[in-house]
């Protein structure tokens, strides 16, 4: 069947064109029909990974923004995080540091493991383009990186 071959994760239209390539001949609205009548529904793919460790028992610092997210100036402070692409490869994990007030990306990195030395290389670009003044904010969730 063409949609255990799919993986179940077909559809109206790829059951649609598969079915079309093996010679049958059907319309999209019937094969609609009767995928449903046959209670027959596509997978859906999970991308979301949950990749923060809020519950690590590192040092934490104090939240200094207190949630007031503003900037009078540049390099006053600079926010981070980590995303994550995926590519026909794999994962590959993004660190950026984005300047509060002007909402630039002031440094990044990228590396196929989200490890504390991408985090450090982010902030090794950042503060090589920018050399901020003293007292610079670094905000950050709480991931263990």
Known sequence: MVRAAGRQTYG???VL???R???F???RDRVDR???TMALRCRQKRCFRVTTDSEHTLPVADNLLQQH???SAPDQVWLTDITYIRTDEGWLYLAALKDMCTREIVGYAMDERMTQQLCLRALGHAHARR???PGLIHHSDRGSQ
């Open 12 to 14: 109206t239209r790829r």
């Open 17 to 19: 064109v598969e079915l």
């Open 21 to 23: 390539a093996q010679g």
């Open 25 to 27: 001949e059907a319309g």
């Open 34 to 36: 009767l995928c449903r």
């Open 69 to 71: 997210f503003a900037a």
């Open 131 to 133: 050399r901020p003044p």
